[in-house]
């Protein structure tokens, strides 16, 4: 499984903004998460890492990142965490 975390163009930002995702608040926390459909995210704020068999990201404040479809992971959260989030 490959999740890509980059940095966003303005425009990304920007799109993303426009087009009213979701927001997603979480506390420092441990936990499994599994992905039957793909999220991107864009990380307003905090730091996190997910992991999972045979490999891990660590993610935070102003990364976009995409998680695929059938991903099992475990995310640690290891400063509050907001963010944007559309899946699909």
């Known amino acids: 499984m ?3 975390v980059r940095k966003p163009t303005k425009e990304e930002v920007d799109r ?5 995702w979701g927001i997603w608040t979480k506390e420092v926390s441990e936990f ?3 992905y039957d459909e793909q999220e991107t995210c864009l990380i ?3 730091e996190a890492t997910a992991s999972w068999e045979g490999g891990s990201v660590k993610f935070g404040k102003g990364d976009l990142v995409v998680f695929p479809v059938g991903l099992d992971c475990t995310w640690k ?3 509050p965490i907001r963010k944007y989030y559309k899946f699909g």
Do not use: F, R
């Not at 993303?16 to 009213?20: D, L, M, P, R, S």
């Open 44 to 46: 307003l704020e905090g």
């Open 16 to 20: 993303i903004k426009a087009e009213n």
């Open 77 to 79: 959260i290891t400063k």
């Open 32 to 34: 499994p998460w599994s």
């Open 2 to 4: 490959k999740v890509e």
